[in-house]
């Protein structure tokens, strides 16, 4: 199944943004992460204009960035308009070097170290999204030393689960990530964020998921946070200016998969926060999200050579691709579906079915269990695997010392590389001898 600007060529290839996907190999080698930024651009233009159409309210768009995360991207986001979920130094550092307006960025995260913390104040981001009673405190003691204010929301756990089709509310969670609403952590957070003197707590986090293909998931977790912050005016004197429902929005890997649309999410998540507002009394706070997925997922696309393959008469056929779970990790780790296309035979009929195998030691290296390709696919052909732009480059190792492939963005027949395939010498580049070992008593 084609996405965004993939399209089968005259010549029976693969072409994505206007650009021959035989040709990127040759030029860029495989192999090769591509994004299709036109796609990536329509999805932030989408997200946008669901917003859009509501008048009064006041929202932000943040980019996940831990889907995808490089200088380019980030800029590209920048462009656009977005505001930027960061939830790492690194990823901190990435937006910053990439000139990425320092009011936009978020902070997430359950363990900032001190040094990310003083990295987020330097840079005097837009909001810390504070996790635990440990984060509050040692802010709080950074942000005294400094004599500086840093604006945060915290994070709390609805009790909401919700994994593609189905959600279920937990009610007590069982979570890493922020504080308890039930057993009145979130409560005690809030009051001891009011009572700071310079943190100023400007509203409520919750993520509830990922591949989130019910709505219904997201009211229920607004309701639940109501239900308790509806009551901290009176209580605590603090009143939501922003509301953070996370990320999560499904996206379509495969035929298997149906998305809703953008609207369809972002409708029932408004509509249930202006009811919510109004049941309590409250102002409608400013509703934030954080998409990554649906930004980048559909846009990638990974361009492998196919290499060695063999038959086991009966039980089936394996075909061998020149990267594998160093590059994906998403199969072995979540057993994750992908859907795939000899991309130099995309023309032909997909009349054979193989497993599609990586390159790594490890029986586990399987990128597709049951890929159609056409029967004359043979060893130096290109297979496409679709879908592959979220948590694939950010989640990609070095496992057997594989270097970390190219990324290429392609628009309107152009292509144009931001990420530079790491050679072997990258791959040692902070080794050190044996001899340099020096820490004696
Ligand atoms: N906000 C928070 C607080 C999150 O924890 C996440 C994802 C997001 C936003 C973005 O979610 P998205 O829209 O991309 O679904 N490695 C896994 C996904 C882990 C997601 C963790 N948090 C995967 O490959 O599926």
């Given at each position: 199944?084609?996405?965004g600007?993939?399209?089968?060529?005259?010549?029976?290839?693969?072409?994505?943004?206007?650009?021959?996907?035989?040709?990127?190999?040759q030029?860029?080698g495989t192999p090769?992460?591509?994004y299709?930024?036109?796609?990536?651009?329509?999805?932030?233009r989408?997200f946008k204009?669901?917003?859009?159409?509501?008048?009064?309210?006041?929202?932000?768009?943040?980019y996940?960035?831990?889907?995808?995360?490089?200088?380019?991207m980030?800029?590209?986001?920048?462009?656009?308009?977005?505001?930027?979920?960061?939830v790492?130094?690194?990823?901190?550092y990435?937006?910053?070097?990439?000139?990425f307006?320092?009011e936009k960025?978020?902070?997430n995260g359950n363990?900032k170290?001190?040094?990310?913390?003083?990295l987020?104040?330097?840079?005097?981001?837009?909001?810390?999204i504070v996790d635990?009673?440990?984060?509050?405190?040692?802010l709080?003691r950074?942000c005294?030393?400094?004599?500086?204010e840093m604006?945060?929301?915290?994070r709390?756990?609805?009790?909401?689960?919700?994994?593609?089709?189905?959600?279920?509310?937990?009610?007590q969670?069982?979570?890493?990530?922020g504080?308890?609403l039930?057993n009145?952590?979130?409560?005690?957070?809030?009051r001891l964020?009011?009572?700071s003197?310079?943190?100023?707590?400007?509203?409520?986090?919750?993520h509830?998921?990922?591949?989130?293909?019910?709505?219904?998931?997201?009211v229920q977790?607004?309701?639940?946070?109501?239900r308790?912050a509806?009551e901290?005016?009176?209580?605590?004197?603090?009143?939501?200016?922003?509301?953070?429902v996370?990320?999560?929005?499904g996206?379509?890997?495969?035929?298997?998969?149906?998305p809703?649309?953008v609207?369809?999410?972002?409708?029932?998540?408004?509509?249930?926060?202006k009811s919510?507002?109004?049941?309590?009394g409250?102002?409608?706070?400013?509703i934030?999200?954080?998409p990554?997925?649906?930004?980048?997922?559909?846009?990638?696309?990974?361009?492998?050579?196919?290499?060695?393959?063999?038959?086991?008469?009966?039980?089936?056929?394996?075909i061998?691709?020149?990267g594998?779970m160093?590059?994906?990790?998403?199969?072995?780790?979540y057993?994750?579906d992908?859907?795939?296309?000899?991309?130099?035979?995309?023309?032909e009929?997909?009349?054979?079915?193989?497993?599609v195998?990586?390159?790594c030691c490890?029986?586990?290296?399987?990128?597709?269990?049951?890929?159609?390709?056409?029967?004359?696919?043979?060893s130096?052909?290109l297979?496409?695997?679709?879908?592959?732009?979220?948590?694939?480059?950010?989640m990609?190792?070095?496992?057997?010392?594989?270097?970390?492939?190219a990324?290429v963005f392609?628009?309107?027949?152009?292509?144009?590389?931001?990420?530079?395939r790491?050679?072997?010498?990258?791959?040692?580049?902070?080794?050190?001898?044996?001899?340099t070992l020096?820490?004696?008593?």
């Amino acid at each position: 199944m084609l996405h965004g600007t993939q399209t089968i060529g005259d010549n029976g290839n693969l072409w994505i943004g206007g650009v021959d996907t035989a040709k990127l190999a040759q030029v860029f080698g495989t192999p090769l992460y591509i994004y299709d930024t036109a796609l990536i651009k329509e999805k932030i233009r989408t997200f946008k204009d669901a917003f859009a159409a509501y008048a009064h309210l006041d929202w932000q768009v943040a980019y996940a960035s831990k889907a995808f995360s490089t200088v380019a991207m980030v800029q590209l986001v920048r462009d656009f308009g977005l505001s930027l979920d960061v939830v790492s130094g690194g990823e901190l550092y990435t937006a910053l070097k990439a000139g990425f307006p320092r009011e936009k960025i978020h902070f997430n995260g359950n363990n900032k170290s001190d040094e990310e913390l003083a990295l987020a104040l330097d840079a005097e981001i837009g909001a810390v999204i504070v996790d635990n009673f440990h984060e509050l405190n040692t802010l709080e003691r950074m942000c005294s030393a400094r004599s500086q204010e840093m604006d945060i929301l915290l994070r709390v756990t609805p009790g909401v689960e919700a994994h593609t089709h189905e959600f279920i509310m937990t009610g007590q969670d069982d979570t890493k990530f922020g504080f308890n609403l039930d057993n009145g952590s979130a409560e005690e957070a809030v009051r001891l964020a009011v009572q700071s003197p310079h943190l100023v707590p400007k509203g409520i986090h919750c993520h509830i998921g990922s591949q989130i293909f019910e709505p219904e998931a997201f009211v229920q977790a607004i309701r639940t946070v109501y239900r308790y912050a509806g009551e901290w005016k009176e209580r605590v004197g603090f009143v939501m200016d922003v509301l953070n429902v996370g990320g999560g929005f499904g996206i379509r890997y495969t035929a298997a998969d149906h998305p809703l649309s953008v609207k369809q999410y972002i409708d029932p998540i408004v509509a249930a926060t202006k009811s919510a507002s109004r049941d309590h009394g409250l102002p409608v706070p400013a509703i934030w999200i954080e998409p990554g997925r649906s930004i980048v997922g559909e846009a990638g696309t990974t361009l492998y050579t196919l290499g060695s393959s063999k038959e086991i008469p009966g039980v089936r056929k394996y075909i061998s691709v020149d990267g594998g779970m160093a590059d994906n990790i998403r199969p072995a780790l979540y057993q994750a579906d992908y859907e795939s296309v000899v991309a130099n035979r995309a023309s032909e009929p997909a009349d054979e079915t193989v497993t599609v195998a990586g390159k790594c030691c490890e029986t586990g290296d399987v990128l597709i269990k049951n890929a159609k390709v056409p029967k004359t696919s043979t060893s130096g052909d290109l297979l496409a695997v679709f879908c592959t732009g979220a948590y694939g480059y950010s989640m990609a190792s070095h496992y057997n010392r594989l270097p970390n492939p190219a990324v290429v963005f392609v628009e309107e027949g152009e292509a144009t590389l931001v990420v530079r395939r790491e050679s072997y010498a990258d791959l040692i580049r902070n080794d050190l001898p044996l001899k340099t070992l020096s820490c004696h008593e």
